[in-house]
């Protein structure tokens, strides 16, 4: 049994087909254990079997082969999962990066707005403006208006309501709409 267990050696040739055959199965389901990917442990061993085949016979017993294809099995297994670990923290950053960067859109887009909303209620009449700015850029409620202008809690609501409609003609919708939503009620 023992000289069975041998291989076959020509002058440069180690019995690859024997090999392939006796060690495949095993060698991808050792690599599955690792890799937990059974079309990946396939291929690592393939490769595995293509790099033994195109070096040179310099092992003397099928044992001395066996722990050179499990030595290489593993270590293509870890350089697998070291590859995938770099991927998925590639994949990570580049999501991280798109959300920066939507998120500094929507701050660029919002700044401009604002410039805009600005400047329209620049040009509203006096009423109007002053309940607005202390609408839209203090935060105050129509209480807080009517108390810090002076005037009744009615005024106020016609104002703002005035405003309002004047807005909606110098704006763009979204601009409006981002008007309405930053507004407290």
Avoid: W
Avoid at 80 to 96: G, I, P, S
């Amino acid at each position: 049994t023992n000289l069975s267990s041998e291989i076959k050696h020509t002058s440069q040739n180690l019995d690859i087909e024997y090999l392939f055959n006796t060690y495949y199965s095993r060698l991808c389901f050792y690599a599955y254990k690792i890799i937990n990917n059974q079309e990946s442990s396939k291929d690592l061993v393939q490769d595995v079997f293509l790099k033994f085949q195109s070096k040179p016979a310099e092992f003397s017993t099928e044992l001395a082969i066996k722990n050179f294809l499990y030595l290489s099995v593993k270590n293509a297994c870890l350089n697998f999962l070291r590859h995938d670990l770099v991927e998925k923290k590639f994949a990570e950053r580049q999501a991280e990066t798109a959300l920066v960067q939507e998120e500094a859109l929507t701050h660029i887009i919002k700044a401009e707005a604002l410039v805009l909303i600005k400047q329209s209620i620049e040009t509203l009449p006096e009423g109007c403006r002053s309940v607005l700015k202390l609408a839209f850029f203090e935060g105050l409620k129509n209480e807080q208006i009517a108390l810090e202008l002076g005037i009744s809690i009615n005024t106020v609501k016609t104002q703002k309501q005035r405003a309002l409609q004047l807005m909606r003609l110098k704006l763009t919708d979204n601009v409006y709409l981002l008007l309405l939503f930053l507004l407290p009620l």
